[in-house]
């Protein structure tokens, strides 16, 4: 097999155009570092695992639909428990962070990287870094314990609490050298995780022995190549809560219409799983599918059209969809948050107030508009089931990860494996929706909305949009 690398890319290449984007491993800047038995072999709870360790040939293929004919493709490392470990158990010192805007499961991410380093590797020094990025330089760190943690998976928020921007290389590096840290755990999305890559990539530099481990957040579910990310199961079914007070304020009153606004500045994910499974939603704009609303085949034609039919009913609208339309009235339109992120003006808001003028010109229909915006309340909620379930395993697979020597790489499913993922992965772009997909086209059946595109713009979406992954 051939090998290049560098502290971007590290790359192995097999036969029948097999490809491994590996992540990097504490071995390649420090040789001959001693190994040890890994401690879950004696791990009463372990006992009955048929298989206690990954092969560590064993890679977890990115695309699984392929002809007779096709390439092997790109692979990445499948996560799990190696046999030998970097780490004992009383060398580590761990410590956590959480960055950016909050998310269904950050605590239980939290509770199972504490209990995962306790209960299967026997490491006590974990410190929680308080207030994201600029905690490691300029506030206290708080000292965690299963006990500590033991219930915080059933609040919302973070314990550790959190902030954007405050990314200073050195201070961070610095602040880890004097603490002894050994092993990183960054939690966050695509901007905390170019972060971590930085951090990675200084930490190298300098020859130390830390591991650091990126677990990718992002309500939007706008990470690439995972399966999708934690919060987003959570989102959606709470989603459905205001989607279905729209519907019930919308049918209760005639020529009743519900706007609800969701999370999605530069995709619609949660919008359009939302309107699958409400069925009660009408319309659906996302950012990826562009619309207009004066004109023959307009929202508001369509908006007339279905309250003649109905009586009554209900959009949802995610926050970065229709920005083009209110651009010239935008002022913020080129600042950003402390990540980076463009600021975006209310479009739920905006395009209530656009209906109702409108409506109001035509003196022909009445209508009653009633908006709901849930997304700080969905943000602030505990994670489901479900999500609770995957946050354990991508919190066990960083774990796992670290102790085994790897670094510089963050976690997630990958066709239902979890894999270790380059950072450069995670950062080289944006997940969307694509429209030309088959699930945008059970949206539109869903809905029975038309598409607002041109015959020549959706052969341009054709010519322009590489088909990706759906989630589930």
């Known amino acids: 097999m051939g090998h290049s690398g560098n502290l971007q890319l590290k790359v192995v290449n097999g036969d029948a155009g097999y490809v491994l984007e590996d992540v990097p491993h504490l071995t390649d800047y420090i040789p001959d570092l001693p190994t040890y038995p890994n401690p879950l072999q004696f791990n009463a709870a372990y006992s009955v695992v048929k298989q206690y360790f990954v092969n560590v040939d064993d890679t977890v293929s990115q695309k699984i639909v392929v002809h007779k004919d096709s390439l092997r493709g790109t692979h990445f490392r499948r996560a799990g428990p190696r046999q030998k470990v970097y780490f004992e158990s009383d060398e580590v010192h761990a410590c956590i962070v959480t960055c950016g805007g909050l998310c269904p499961g950050l605590n239980t991410v939290i509770r199972e990287i504490v209990c995962g380093l306790y209960h299967m590797y026997g ?27 033991n219930d915080i998976h059933k609040r919302g928020g973070t314990i550790l609490g959190t902030s954007r921007g405050g990314h200073d290389t050195s201070k961070i590096v610095d602040s880890i050298q004097d603490r ?77 219409i519900g706007v609800v606004n969701l999370m999605g500045r530069y995709c619609g994910f949660i919008a359009m799983y939302a309107t699958l499974g409400s069925r009660d939603v009408d319309c659906c704009l996302i950012p990826e599918s562009p619309f207009y609303l004066e004109g023959e085949g307009g929202l508001y034609e369509f908006i007339g059209k279905r309250l003649k039919e ?25 600042q950003q948050d402390a990540s980076g992120n463009k600021l975006l003006q209310d479009v739920g808001l905006w395009i209530s107030h656009k209906i109702k003028d409108h409506f109001a010109r035509l003196h022909k229909m009445a209508i009653n508009l009633k908006y709901i915006d849930p997304t700080y309340m969905i943000r602030a909620i505990p994670s489901n089931a479900s999500d609770n379930v995957y946050c354990t395993l991508l919190a066990q697979s960083a774990v796992h990860g670290a102790m085994a020597g790897y670094t510089g790489f963050t976690v997630g499913p990958v066709n239902g494996r979890h894999a270790f993922i380059p950072f450069n992965r995670i950062n080289e772009r944006q997940n969307q929706v694509v429209i030309t997909d088959r699930m945008w086209a059970r949206v539109l059946s869903s809905t029975n909305q038309p598409s607002f595109l041109s015959a020549d713009e959706l052969a341009e979406f054709k010519r322009e949009k590489p088909s990706c992954p759906v989630v589930g």
Not at 127 to 132: A, K, Q, R, T, V
Not at 183 to 208: F, H, M, N, P, S
Not at 313 to 332: C, F, N, P, T, Y
Request: overall charge negative; cysteine-free; aromatic content about 6%.
């Open 310 to 334: 109905n009586g009554h009913m209900v959009i949802v609208i995610a926050e970065g969809a229709g920005q083009d339309l209110l651009a010239e009235s935008l002022q913020s339109m080129n």
């Open 180 to 256: 002894g840290i050994n092993q990183v755990y960054i939690i966050g999305g695509d901007g905390t995780q170019k972060g971590a890559a930085v951090i990675y990539e200084e930490i190298r530099q300098r020859g130390l022995k830390v591991a650091v481990a990126g677990i990718p957040k992002t309500i939007d579910n706008d990470i690439p190549v995972i399966d999708k990310s934690f919060g987003f199961d959570t989102a959606v079914e709470e989603a459905q809560r205001a989607i279905n007070a729209a519907h019930v304020e919308a049918e209760s009153i005639e020529n009743g």
């Open 123 to 149: 490491v006590s020094k974990i410190l929680g870094i308080d207030g994201g990025y600029r905690g490691f330089y300029s506030k206290n760190t708080i000292n965690l314990t299963p006990k500590v943690v």
